[in-house]
């Protein structure tokens, strides 16, 4: 079965007397390996409409994640390599692995530290209604911060 390629290409419509020193290229949607390596050595950035780790060619649309319906403008369909928010160590509220805005804040991963003591979570004052599982950068978490320092640096 022979697949047809889609290009979509973006181009700037609007009359201009000065002309663009990086013009717009086309994006091309792959659909099938064997088109790979062909647009790899030629294209720096190109679409896969398919996984290319999978078994079958058959075509794969994105999906949401976690059964989460998010109307996004941007959604990442893959990743490759190491994230520096899940897998190098991170302050909890930038923890990739338990986003802060939708998991419990003393949640934590491996990799999250506190953001006041700067020690590994969880820290002796991690839970509570003023737990530093809270803490994010705001004025008030800032000066606590400060203070923990300076109190940590005298003793």
Partial sequence: MEVMQEVIEINDS???PVQNTSPL???FCLK?????????EKEDCFILEFDPYSNSDVLK?????????????????????????RDYPHPRNTCASFPFDKTPHDKHCEMCYCYICDISAPCLKWT?????????????WDEERRVTRQLTKTV
């Fill in 32 to 40: 099938n390996r064997e088109d790979i390596n062909k647009f790899e």
């Fill in 25 to 27: 290229k086309p994006i």
């Fill in 128 to 140: 509570g209604t003023v737990g530093h599982c809270h803490a994010f950068s705001n004025e008030a």
């Fill in 61 to 85: 649309l994105p999906t949401t994640v976690n059964g989460d319906n998010v109307d996004a403008d941007l959604s990442v369909v893959y990743e490759k390599g190491q994230v520096a928010c």
């Fill in 14 to 16: 609007s009359p201009s």
